[in-house]
């Protein structure tokens, strides 16, 4: 008896699914790493804290090259948690875990069975019933997001009733929708959804981003400031109107 009661538990180990952004460096590094600064220079601590995954997918890198970007980024405390795309002999003991299985995008449905097999249906069978609409995941905010914090909802879309403070972020899979001030940082679409869009009524915002493409506060036009607005993607060109 005395065995079982001093016995140790088990260790338990849970599953989790995070949130992550990822960095896909190009050639010349150097240039990359120029434009990197930039980012950080116009938006304080946006690395700080942040998941960050590497992914030199189909680059032309060896270890050598590797390591030397892994220590520039460590340089400027951009922490990487995992390299994805990386063949095993470019991975050294010293440097992050190989990840894998990234989701940039929402899976794709097969069509339904009973799709399929229409043309077999004999002609006297009752069609079949339509399927319940989907509804699109999302999240409503009806306080203000205030400085220091930080939304994660990939699911889908972000309606905030108040306004987003300065050193606020938001990060969405779908749409971001805000019905006060925005003066944070908010990124839509980043689950690979180009067709997401970004609506504030009042526009003070630190950086705004949809799919990767992102603008700075130096970036966005100064008769834009104070006016409602909304940002959009048309390929690979970030726009943005007013809605007045």
Not at 206 to 221: C, F, H, R
Request: charged share 25%; proline share 9%.
């Amino acid at each position: 008896m005395t065995s079982l009661l001093t016995q140790p538990r088990p260790i338990r180990l849970k599953g989790r699914s995070f949130l992550a952004l990822a960095l896909t460096p190009e050639h010349p590094f150097e240039d990359w790493l120029a434009q990197l600064d930039h980012l950080a220079s116009r938006s304080t601590n946006f690395f700080r804290r942040r998941p960050l995954v590497l992914d030199v997918t189909g680059l032309e890198i060896d270890r050598s090259q590797l390591r030397e970007l892994l220590d520039k980024l460590g340089e400027r405390n951009v922490r990487i948690m995992g390299i994805e795309g990386a063949r095993p002999s470019l991975l050294g003991p010293d440097m992050p875990p190989p990840m894998a299985d990234g989701r940039p995008a929402s899976d794709i449905e097969a069509p339904a069975e009973d799709e399929r097999v229409e043309a077999k249906t004999p002609e006297k069978a009752a069609p079949p019933s339509p399927p319940p609409p989907k509804t699109s995941p999302s999240m409503l905010v009806t306080e203000p997001v205030r400085s220091g914090q930080a939304l994660f909802f990939p699911e889908g879309d972000v309606t905030v009733v108040g306004s987003v403070a300065s050193g606020a972020e938001i990060i969405a899979g779908g749409s971001v929708h805000i019905y006060g001030t925005l003066r944070g940082r908010v990124m839509a679409g980043t689950m690979g959804n180009g067709s997401a869009r970004i609506f504030c009524s009042k526009l003070e915002a630190e950086l705004v981003a949809i799919d990767g493409y992102y603008k700075t506060a130096e970036d966005l036009e100064r008769d834009l400031r104070g006016k409602a607005v909304q940002f959009w993607l048309e390929g690979d060109t970030f726009k943005v109107g007013s809605l007045a």
